[in-house]
């Protein structure tokens, strides 16, 4: 299966960690990378690679993986955080892309 | 400084084609590793991959719509070129572009979009 599954809705206390999972098999030949969407604005890259932010996202952002599971954390979740998140790889091919189903992210 | 802009008509019929352009300034499509993808977005829904164009020309296409699907480039106007073809109001979202990269990890792929355009609304509707 070429997917990737997402929780589609987690919460979390302002100041507390998340962690938003990202499934499929197709992650055991390739990273994901991560994106934040804000209502009405373009998907901004948080992380990519085995744990990389871009230059501008701050380091409560990181990465993990294991097995067929991609992992985004946010360690001391801020207002500003509470947005869509979506994971993207390869597909089984190695010649497609997928993005997972969404996580909407609130901070309580 | 990267940036990309979609271009292209925010209204189409069914059955009609759409012809969407990336403009994009800060790099260049002939460069090893390089590559340009179109995303769209129903309203309210996930992401979905389109097509991606390499440095090398090689493209690449959803499974799903590869048969409506067309991706270009114009290296020399620094411009992508995608599209798609018997519209429906299904095919109704925001398309982006991106700049896409990646990076080897133990000898995995890492693909990452860095650089997204604003994206562009595009309406099916007769």
């Known amino acids: 299966s070429s997917e990737l599954t997402q929780d589609p809705a987690v919460s979390v206390a302002l100041g507390q960690t998340v962690r938003i999972t990202c499934q499929g098999d197709?992650?055991?030949?390739?990273?994901a990378s991560w994106y934040q969407q804000k209502p009405g604005q373009a998907p901004v890259l948080v992380i990519y690679g085995e744990n990389n932010r871009p230059s501008g996202i701050p380091d409560r952002f990181s990465g993990s993986n294991s097995g067929n599971t991609a992992s985004l954390t946010i360690t001391g979740a801020q207002a500003e955080d509470e947005a869509d998140y979506y994971c993207?790889?390869?597909?089984?091919?190695?010649?497609?892309?997928?993005f997972g189903t969404g996580t909407e992210v609130t901070v309580l | 400084q990267i940036t990309l802009k979609e271009s292209g008509p925010t209204l189409v019929k069914p059955t009609q084609t759409l012809t969407l352009t990336c403009t994009f300034s800060g790099f260049s499509l002939s460069t090893s590793g390089v590559g340009v993808g179109w995303i769209r977005q129903p309203p309210g829904k996930a992401l979905k991959w389109l097509a991606l164009?390499?440095?090398?020309?090689?493209?690449s296409y959803s499974p799903s719509l590869k048969s409506r699907l067309t991706i270009t480039k114009d290296t020399s106007k620094n411009q992508v070129i995608l599209t798609m073809t018997n519209m429906d109001p299904v095919d109704t979202a925001t398309y982006y572009c991106?700049?896409?990269?990646?990076?080897?990890?133990?000898?995995?792929?890492?693909?990452?979009?860095?650089?997204w355009g604003q994206g562009t609304p595009v309406t099916v509707s007769s």
């Open positions: 991106a700049h896409r990269r990646v990076t080897m990890i133990r000898g995995l792929p890492g693909d990452y979009f860095e650089y």
């Open positions: 164009i390499f440095w090398n020309e090689d493209k």
């Open positions: 197709i992650l055991r030949n390739s990273y």
């Open positions: 993207n790889s390869r597909d089984s091919s190695g010649n497609h892309f997928v």
